[in-house]
């Protein structure tokens, strides 16, 4: 195995009971690259993602992050490891602010010998969080403001912020954009081309075919629980893509997920 | 389109920049409440022109009715220290209705090791224990107490992050036992006569002071720690705070631990102040803490209120309770009142939170 790739899956594979939600998935994803995972409803993608980031427990297969196998027993053992996930329901809390979000469980403190009393270093959160927000160009302008009173947009930036703030390993957004507004989609996806500048790797979930050929290198579609195609962005187009996800094509070396 | 979103484009982040506190407007509202007591003692009839708070019959040094004003806050404070804790977990998403019954149990237990040998030269007629447990060192009591309330909360606060049932009926089922310990300990009768420093826990205004003291521990506590953030963060969004890798259940087990034991040293200082404890005592207190929180603007839903709001609160709540009394409003018709006052609080807050959310 090369030392240039980020992410590995082989054969994995999650059944739920008789319905087989994934089969044989072989997904490999190297530095810097941007992949997108395209599908129908109900092809995979959801599921894929929720094996890898360790919120289900896959049925069989194998995982590889920088070469190491790993076998996540929660989200949070996947984030410790550098995994970072913004998902479809985004997990913030809506009564605190933006630095009390991007540092939930993970706080800066003083005094640590206090235990659960000790205390919070407000002014190190609020200066990493600024930022991480001009890393990624970000744009909320109260930062003291409650989550409750963000557009949904700004949320959904908060969210991705966390990436940029923690320097994680590998970014994987789950429909980012799906609830936005365009001009917050596009917010979104500056963002997404920051990270790329940045080269950090990133694996997109997404139904916008315009955005998908806007912001990534390769995408890999899913359909009926299998990989199906896996097209770098030049040899392919939006024709060629739509007749991947519906069926009536099937890329050469994924025949039985026909 | 790339050029309008790319960068910050020239916007600087506050870093300072607030929202108009909740607690100011529930300051306010004391204002207009005392300003319409007084109005209430100018314009009816047989209240003769008696002034509510600016009374100076009794010092005319002062500009304040002293002597009131020390009542409503000396009222205030003792189920203003359950309050404080009642508000913690209630930030948490949670709900305590075990804190009245706990105050009656903590203190006939309390007041058990608590005791004096001789009452007026005699023997203690009250006497729970043999000769061991008379003019045990203060420390004592203090700790039993305060361990009873550890041991009770630590029961709620596992109840209801392991297996799960609703703070509702976690904290009412043990609402039924602290009454039935505080009934049994003594097969009902009143523990009596404590030892001199016992009693000078809850002597003069020591309530006020002790309450006070605790409130400004809580509200740094609150604001300042990671504990705080996190009762904040639970309440909030569960889901998001166990993502977050934030241990939920120890967290609401702490909580309601904290909240027990603030109702167990209530009791202490009750059952001083009294210089006696009865298995009654404590009656409707949960429900008063709970409308403290509620009036200082602690959402029910959880993750939003403060310490200062509580305070806030437990003063409007003393200063209605006072300003009926004042104006001669029948006992009867007084519950019935603050009823209604409460719920209206509520019916307030809900309305302003939706007007908020209209506007974003």
């Given at each position: 195995m090369s030392d240039d790739i980020v992410l590995e899956t082989r054969g994995l594979t999650k059944h739920y009971g008789g319905v087989?939600?994934?089969?044989?998935?072989?997904?490999?994803?190297?530095?810097?690259?941007?992949?997108?995972?395209?599908?129908?409803?109900?092809?995979?993608?959801?599921?894929?993602?929720?094996?890898?980031?360790?919120?289900?427990?896959?049925?069989?297969?194998?995982?590889?992050?920088?070469?190491?196998?790993?076998?996540?027993?929660?989200?949070?053992?996947?984030?410790?490891?550098?995994?970072?996930?913004?998902?479809?329901?985004?997990?913030?809390?809506?009564?605190?602010?933006?630095?009390?979000?991007?540092?939930?469980?993970?706080?800066?403190?003083?005094?640590?010998?206090?235990?659960?009393?000790?205390?919070?270093?407000?002014?190190?959160?609020?200066?990493?969080?600024?930022?991480?927000?001009?890393?990624?160009?970000?744009?909320?302008?109260?930062?003291?403001?409650?989550?409750?009173?963000?557009?949904?947009?700004?949320?959904?930036?908060?969210?991705?912020?966390?990436?940029?703030?923690?320097?994680?390993?590998?970014?994987?957004?789950?429909?980012?954009?799906?609830?936005?507004?365009?001009?917050?989609?596009?917010?979104?996806?500056?963002?997404?081309?920051?990270?790329?500048?940045?080269?950090?790797?990133?694996?997109?979930?997404?139904?916008?075919?315009?955005?998908?050929?806007?912001?990534?290198?390769?995408?890999?579609?899913?359909?009926?629980?299998?990989?199906?195609?896996?097209?770098?962005?030049?040899?392919?187009?939006?024709?060629?893509?739509?007749?991947?996800?519906?069926?009536?094509?099937?890329?050469?070396?994924?025949?039985?997920?026909? | 389109m790339a050029d309008a979103t790319q960068g910050t484009g020239g916007l600087t982040f506050d870093a300072r920049k607030r929202a108009w506190p909740n607690e100011l407007n529930i300051f306010f509202a004391l204002i207009l409440i005392i300003f319409a007591f007084e109005a209430a003692g100018q314009l009816l009839p047989y209240m003769k022109g008696q002034s509510f708070l600016f009374d100076t019959r009794d010092r005319f040094d002062s500009i304040f009715n002293e002597a009131r004003l020390r009542i409503i806050i000396l009222q205030v404070a003792i189920i203003g220290i359950i309050a404080?804790?009642?508000?913690?977990?209630?930030?948490?998403?949670?709900?305590?209705?075990?804190?009245?019954?706990?105050?009656?149990?903590?203190?006939?237990?309390?007041?058990?090791?608590?005791?004096?040998?001789?009452?007026?030269?005699?023997?203690?007629?009250?006497?729970?224990?043999?000769?061991?447990?008379?003019?045990?060192?203060?420390?004592?009591?203090?700790?039993?107490?305060?361990?009873?309330?550890?041991?009770?909360?630590a029961i709620n606060g596992s109840l209801i992050a392991y297996t799960r049932i609703p703070p509702f009926i976690a904290t009412l089922g043990m609402f039924l036992i602290c009454r039935g310990i505080a009934q049994a300990w003594t097969r009902g009768q009143p523990v009596s006569f404590p030892t001199e420093s016992y009693s000078l826990i809850g002597k003069g205004m020591m309530p006020v002071y002790l309450f006070i003291a605790l409130a400004i521990l809580f509200h740094f506590i609150l604001k300042y720690t990671v504990y705080g953030k996190h009762?904040?963060?639970?309440?909030?969004?569960?889901?998001?705070?166990?993502?977050?890798?934030?241990?939920?259940?120890?967290?609401?087990?702490?909580?309601?631990?904290?909240?027990?034991?603030?109702?167990?040293?209530?009791?202490?200082v009750l059952s001083s102040k009294n210089l006696t404890a009865q298995s009654g005592m404590g009656i409707f207190y949960e429900l008063y803490a709970i409308a403290m929180a509620v009036i200082g603007g602690v959402s029910l839903t959880g993750g939003r209120g403060s310490i200062i709001g509580t305070v806030l609160g437990a003063m409007v709540f003393g200063v209605i309770q006072s300003g009926f009394t004042y104006i001669k409003l029948d006992a009867f018709y007084q519950l019935m009142a603050m009823g209604g006052i409460i719920i209206g609080a509520v019916v307030l807050d809900k309305v302003r939170q939706e007007r908020a959310a209209m506007r974003s």
């Open positions: 087989h939600a994934l089969n044989d998935a072989n997904f490999t994803l190297k530095k810097g690259e941007h992949v997108a995972i395209m599908g129908d409803n109900g092809a995979g993608k959801s599921t894929f993602v929720r094996q890898i980031t360790g919120v289900e427990q896959r049925t069989r297969g194998d995982i590889f992050f920088y070469g190491e196998p790993v076998s996540f027993g929660g989200p949070l053992d996947a984030r410790e490891a550098g995994i970072e996930t913004v998902f479809q329901t985004l997990a913030l809390a809506d009564d605190l602010d933006v630095p009390d979000n991007l540092f939930l469980g993970r706080e800066k403190t003083k005094f640590d010998w206090l235990g659960p009393f000790r205390l919070l270093d407000y002014k190190a959160m609020r200066k990493a969080t600024i930022d991480g927000l001009e890393k990624t160009a970000v744009k909320i302008p109260n930062i003291r403001n409650t989550i409750r009173n963000m557009s949904g947009g700004q949320r959904q930036c908060v969210a991705i912020a966390r990436t940029a703030t923690f320097h994680s390993r590998l970014t994987i957004m789950d429909e980012p954009t799906a609830a936005l507004g365009v001009q917050e989609t596009a917010q979104v996806e500056n963002i997404v081309r920051t990270l790329k500048e940045a080269g950090e790797p990133l694996i997109l979930v997404s139904h916008n075919m315009r955005q998908v050929f806007d912001l990534v290198d390769r995408i890999v579609v899913f359909r009926r629980g299998r990989i199906c195609a896996n097209l770098r962005k030049e040899d392919t187009d939006g024709q060629d893509v739509v007749a991947y996800i519906t069926g009536a094509k099937t890329q050469e070396g994924y025949e039985d997920a026909a | 404080l804790g009642v508000t913690q977990v209630i930030i948490s998403g949670g709900i305590d209705l075990s804190s009245g019954p706990l105050v009656g149990a903590t203190a006939m237990i309390v007041m058990s090791f608590a005791q004096t040998e001789l009452v007026n030269g005699g023997p203690n007629p009250k006497a729970v224990f043999g000769d061991w447990a008379f003019d045990l060192p203060l420390i004592i009591p203090l700790i039993v107490g305060l361990s009873f309330g550890a041991f009770i909360g009762t904040y963060a639970i309440g909030s969004n569960e889901d998001a705070a166990r993502m977050s890798g934030i241990n939920v259940k120890r967290h609401k087990v702490l909580v309601y631990m904290i909240a027990s034991m603030l109702a167990a040293f209530a009791a202490i």
